[in-house]
Structure formats: structure tokens, C-alpha cells
């Protein structure tokens, strides 16, 4: 059989990919794996694997053979101060040497590592902390805070002694794991009163979440790989951090407050050629004037998180000379559909979600859960265990496969019987040379049952009347769908992994009601 990455072609992989192939880019098996051996230890004398980007402008580059070192270490520290397998290791840390050592390290002991977002309140991290139950804490800038409210735990700090005082430990550490064994649990984004189910992952999770790396993200090894997204959330753990580096690649990663021109600075330092990032990202380097001061080159880029707009994907294409690719998935059932980046022979289709992941089959479900029609509105859902699952997200299909994005079940509007979808009256407003950023939800109507409500943040110096803008969404899509409330706001609230979050703006909407 042919290797995954000799397939070279769309047809190919269609027709000559096979999990069990997967296993074949791994020296780990189904019986005996770990993460920390598959993404350092097999890579020694490799040169450098990581370089962090700090919102200072520092570039920090960190060698795979020094992190070979320093996580062995680790592990022996975690096994000095009394931590089992399978217990949990809290990093409140933002990504550096002293991040990934901690990350590694744990999962080389065989703990598991619990990345955790570094801005984090007290509430949500208290909520992440009591759902984990973590032997000890790592932190830095945060650590006399989190030990006041922790005193029972170990809190280690991160600071310049750090990965000093671990050099009194042995170098090199046998590692004793079965692939079956936990790794990491990885939280996705929420609010500090509703926590997410933590994402409980396996040493050999890598290997299933290596299809979105390689046919998502379209990872090579010869890639010179950047992913921004924090490595406290899915996107940028796997596939920033764990699925590139299992590939021998060197990756570009980011640490600190975001601003677009570090991003764009780092592209031009590393000589970027795939970039992977949020939606959001895009959005905001579309909207610094930073892209002609900095020589770019792309051959790859991806998106994930939520649809991209028109514009934004329009943008990218002009000033990147690549079509972004999209990577839909859910937590509960990780990507299902991917765009096949670097693929021939397949076509980046504009606001498209793109087509099933390798091994994956997906449908849309109309409302008597039967198959919907081509073009037809409805419940996207994959199989599993033989079963149709749905993954409480709406959109349809084209004559040509593609699958298209209508909104989470919360995001589409039915007014006066007529039903809207919310992304694609955002995606319209995009389009309006005044408007920065929108969001749409449904709010209660007496008369209509709800009615479409935009919140929109106006570019620097703008100006437009609320009737321009709805006669100018009426223009563009049915006379009916169009938000008959528009609220100017300074800023639209987002969640931790950067997308904007519309729960927040329906909780504020049901106050305002009561």
C-alpha cells in the first residue's frame, strides 16, 4: 500500500486511505505509546523544534535535543515529589521552554498533562481545578495568586530558576506507557459559570487526530509550520503543537497579549509557508495595514473555529496568493470535514466547509431525519458506531459535495415563519466597508416569535445610519432577512479561543427582556 503521505492526489486518498496506515508514521504501536517519545525523543539531533513568538517581539527558539533533556528531568521531578501515573499536572503557563518541558514532561512520567489558559479568573480556573483534580500546579505570573487559592496544592513556579534547578536530575528517563493510557485533558473554551466537559485524550489520540494535521491542516514534513492559537485549547495543542511535532516539524508558536504585527513578523522571520489559525486571526490581520511591510510567502493556510466571511477569505487570497481551507469539527466528534490544503485535485470552494475527512462519513438530516435534499437546509451528522450522530450544527450540501455552514441549532432564526441563518447575515454585513466585526442572534418578538438582532463594531472613523445598513443587507439577501435591531457596540465579547461569543450576547439579550 502506498504510504498517507505519498498520497499526492484527492482520488488517491479517497481510495487508498486507511487507518491502519496512520499507525505506520509512528514508532509507538496499539499496545505501547507515548506522546513525549513520538514528538521529541525520536527526533534527537534534529536541530530546532519550536519557535515562540512573544508579543515583546522576542523570538525564542527552543532545540529538540534541549527539550529531550529538560522534560526528563521533569519527569523525574514529578516521580521526587510524589506524582503517580495517571495523576494530573495543572501548567497555567503560556507557551516557552518552560511550557512545553512541563507538557512533555508529564506525559513522559505518564501523568497527565492539563494545559490551562493563562487568563483565566479565579472562577474558571477553580472550576478546571476541582473537575481535574491536579497533584500540583504550574504557574508563573499568576503564582501568588493561585497559591493563596489553592493551599493545599502544590504550586511550583515557573519562573528564571525554573528550568535551572532542574538540572540536578538525570537527563535521560525510561518511558513505560501503553497507548491507552491518559496524556492530556484538554478544556475547551467557556464561560467561568458553565464548565466544558474536559476532552479526556489517550497516548494514542494522535494517531486518529493526525487526519485533520495531515488532510486540514495539510502538514508535510518539510513545512514551515506557524500556529498562533493558544496550546490551552484543541486547535492549538494538536494541531499547533503535538501533531506537527510528531512529524519532525520545527513549529512557530505565540506567547502573550495577541497583536497582528508580531503575527506578521514571525511569518516573515520563519519564512512561513503553512499557517493555521482562528478565523478571528484572519480577520484581524485583514484589518492592520501591516501586510506590505513584510515579505510573505504561503503555500498553504487554514481556518478553523468558525466560518470564514467572503471578504476575509477574498483577502487572503489577493495578499497570501492562497485560498484558505476550512476544518470543521466538533468536540464531541473531532473534524469531520476538511478542505485537503496542498491537495490537487480538489477545489477550495469559498464559505464552504469543504468536503468529509478521510474515513468519515457525513450527511445532512432534514427534519424528519431523513436525508436532505441537495441545497436543502438542515442537521449535519457523521456516523459513529454504526449510527447517525448529529452534531447540533445546521447546513446542506451542493450538487458537487461540498458541505456549507446555516449555524449551531442557536444561530438559526425563524421569524414569522421564515428561516435565516445567522452567519450568513453576518457574512453580508462583513461586506459593508464600515463594519468591522458583527454578530447576529435571534431575539423574542411578540409578533414575529424573533426577530434578527446585529451587534456591530464600526471600523476606526466610520459612520452609518441603521436604516443604510438594512436596506443594504435587503439588497444582498431575501427582502425578509435582514436585522431588524442593530445595536452599535465598542466591542463584541469573545470566548478564550477567540471567537466571538454569541451565548453571551442571547444571556444579555434575556436579561434586557426581563
Avoid at 504501536?29 to 525520536?42: I, Q, S
Avoid at 497507548?179 to 494514542?204: I, N, W
Amino acid at each position: 500500500m502506498t504510504p498517507l503521505l505519498g498520497l499526492k492526489s484527492y482520488s488517491d486518498i479517497q481510495n487508498g486511505f486507511s487507518h491502519d496506515l496512520l499507525w505506520d508514521l509512528f514508532d509507538g504501536n496499539k499496545e505501547y505509546m507515548n506522546l513525549a517519545h513520538e514528538c521529541l525523543d525520536r527526533h534527537a539531533g534534529k536541530g530546532c523544534a519550536i519557535s515562540v513568538k512573544h508579543h515583546t517581539g522576542f523570538l525564542e527558539h527552543i532545540d529538540y535535543d534541549e527539550l529531550i533533556e529538560s522534560t526528563s528531568q521533569f519527569a523525574y521531578q514529578l516521580e521526587s515529589l510524589g506524582v503517580a501515573k495517571g495523576q494530573r499536572v495543572a501548567i497555567v503557563l503560556e507557551p516557552g521552554k518552560s511550557f512545553y518541558t512541563c507538557l512533555f514532561g508529564a506525559i513522559k512520567r505518564g501523568a497527565v498533562a492539563v494545559p490551562m489558559f493563562t487568563l483565566f479568573g479565579p472562577d474558571a480556573l477553580a472550576l478546571r481545578v476541582k473537575d481535574c483534580s491536579p497533584s500540583l500546579i504550574i504557574a508563573d505570573k499568576n503564582h501568588n495568586l493561585i497559591v493563596k487559592q489553592f493551599p493545599n496544592l502544590i504550586v511550583l513556579k515557573a519562573d528564571e530558576n525554573f528550568l535551572v534547578s532542574l538540572q540536578g536530575f538525570p537527563s535521560e528517563y525510561s518511558i513505560k506507557t501503553k497507548a491507552s493510557d491518559l496524556s492530556v485533558f484538554q478544556y475547551t473554551s467557556g464561560t467561568t459559570r458553565e464548565l466544558p466537559e474536559a476532552v479526556k485524550h489517550t497516548q494514542r489520540s494522535v494517531v486518529t487526530l493526525m487526519i485533520a494535521a495531515l488532510f486540514g491542516v495539510g502538514l508535510r514534513p518539510t513545512d514551515k509550520y506557524f500556529c498562533p492559537s493558544s496550546p490551552a485549547w484543541g486547535h492549538g495543542l494538536w494541531h499547533g503543537t503535538i501533531a506537527p511535532l510528531a512529524l519532525g516539524i520545527h513549529i512557530g508558536a505565540y506567547a502573550g497579549q495577541f497583536d497582528p504585527k508580531m503575527i506578521y513578523e514571525v511569518l516573515e522571520e520563519l519564512q512561513i509557508d503553512n499557517l493555521a489559525a482562528a478565523a478571528t486571526v484572519y480577520r484581524m490581520l485583514r484589518n492592520t495595514d501591516c501586510r506590505d511591510k513584510h515579505q510573505i510567502h504561503l503555500s498553504k493556510c487554514s481556518f478553523t473555529g468558525e466560518p470564514l466571511d467572503p471578504q476575509t477569505f477574498s483577502w487572503i487570497q489577493a495578499n497570501f496568493g492562497v485560498s484558505p481551507a476550512s476544518m470543521y469539527g466538533t468536540t464531541e466528534v473531532g473534524v469531520i470535514m476538511v478542505d485537503y490544503p496542498g491537495i490537487s485535485g480538489h477545489l477550495i470552494r469559498p464559505g464552504a466547509l469543504g468536503k468529509p475527512a478521510p474515513g468519515n462519513e457525513v450527511i445532512v438530516l432534514n427534519t424528519d431525519d431523513d436525508l436532505a435534499k441537495i441545497n436543502e437546509i438542515g442537521e449535519i451528522a457523521v456516523k459513529r458506531k454504526g449510527a447517525w450522530f448529529k452534531v447540533k450544527d445546521f447546513g446542506y450540501i451542493d450538487e458537487e459535495g461540498y458541505f456549507f455552514h446555516a449555524g449551531r441549532s442557536d444561530d438559526v432564526i425563524i421569524s414569522a415563519g421564515w428561516t435565516m441563518s445567522a452567519v450568513e447575515i453576518e457574512n453580508t454585513l462583513l461586506t459593508h466597508p464600515a463594519i468591522a466585526e458583527a454578530a447576529v442572534i435571534g431575539v423574542p418578538d411578540d409578533l414575529r416569535g424573533q426577530v434578527a438582532r446585529a451587534y456591530v463594531l464600526l471600523r476606526t472613523g466610520a459612520s452609518v445610519e441603521p436604516d443604510i445598513l438594512k436596506a443594504y443587507m435587503k439588497s444582498r439577501l431575501s427582502l425578509h432577512e435582514y436585522s431588524r435591531e442593530i445595536y452599535f457596540v465598542e466591542e463584541l465579547p469573545k470566548t478564550p479561543a477567540g471567537k466571538i461569543n454569541r451565548k453571551a450576547l442571547r444571556d444579555t439579550a434575556k436579561k434586557e427582556k426581563t
